[in-house]
């Protein structure tokens, strides 16, 4: 427990908690949303056989939601940056994130009907 000034005066007791534990319910959702993000990538354009991994990737950890982080090229690798350059290659991905938030939103407004 730890006391925090409010807004406007005074003060509050919090009970803090480590980010890592708050984003815990939402791993398995997390962990659904990246299995249709591969597919749809892979549909779509060359993918590493390992794509998806877990773990507390620190752009995610304060996402109070469902979350995946997408890195599709390095610009290190003179192949991949190549393809970065390509309106081809930028469309196929583009089209692939959207479908899998499409079809991640479906699942979820499905599991929400009666």
Known sequence: MRTLPQA?????????????MAQARHLAESAVFAGLVEEELRN???MSARAIQQAPFRVLVAANMPAVLVEMAFISNP???T?????????QVVQALLDAVMRYRARLQGARRP
């Open 8 to 20: 406007g005066g005074g003060s509050r007791d919090v009970q803090l908690i480590l980010w890592e």
């Open 44 to 46: 779509r354009v060359e």
């Open 79 to 81: 192949e991949q940056e």
């Open 83 to 91: 393809q970065l350059t390509s309106d081809t290659f930028k469309n």
